[in-house]
C-alpha cells in the first residue's frame, strides 16, 4: 500500500498541533511529559516539531491528557473549518 503525500494543508496542521502541545507543557520538561504519558522524548519532540504531522489518535490523547487539554479544544484549534479565526496560545 503507497501512503498519499500530505497536503501542505495537513503539513500545517501538524505544526499548529505541535506549537500547542509545546506550550501546554510551559516549564515541564519533554521528559516528564513523555515518560507520564507513555511516549518516547524523540516521539514528542518530532510531534512538537512538526516533523510527526499526522501523529496516532492515542498518542495525542495521551499527550493531552498529560497536560490537561481536550481533545476537542485540540481540535478546533488546528482544524481551520471548525475554527476560522483560532488562536495558537494555550
Same mark, same amino acid.
Given at each position: 500500500m503507497v501512503r498519499e503525500p500530505l497536503t501542505q494543508e495537513q =503539513?500545517? *496542521?501538524? &505544526?499548529?498541533?505541535?506549537?500547542?502541545? *509545546? &506550550?501546554? &507543557?510551559?516549564? *515541564?520538561?519533554?521528559?516528564d511529559v513523555a515518560r507520564d504519558s507513555? =511516549?518516547?522524548v524523540e516521539t514528542l519532540r518530532k510531534i512538537e516539531g512538526g516533523r510527526i504531522p499526522t501523529p496516532a489518535f492515542f498518542t495525542i490523547a495521551a499527550v493531552a491528557a498529560t497536560?490537561?487539554?481536550s481533545l476537542d479544544d485540540l481540535l478546533a484549534r488546528t482544524d481551520d473549518s471548525l475554527s476560522p479565526h483560532r488562536d495558537v496560545a494555550v
Amino acid at each position: 500500500m503507497v501512503r498519499e503525500p500530505l497536503t501542505q494543508e495537513q =503539513i500545517q *496542521r501538524g &505544526r499548529t498541533l505541535g506549537a500547542l502541545l *509545546r &506550550r501546554a &507543557r510551559a516549564d *515541564r520538561t519533554m521528559v516528564d511529559v513523555a515518560r507520564d504519558s507513555g =511516549i518516547s522524548v524523540e516521539t514528542l519532540r518530532k510531534i512538537e516539531g512538526g516533523r510527526i504531522p499526522t501523529p496516532a489518535f492515542f498518542t495525542i490523547a495521551a499527550v493531552a491528557a498529560t497536560l490537561g487539554l481536550s481533545l476537542d479544544d485540540l481540535l478546533a484549534r488546528t482544524d481551520d473549518s471548525l475554527s476560522p479565526h483560532r488562536d495558537v496560545a494555550v
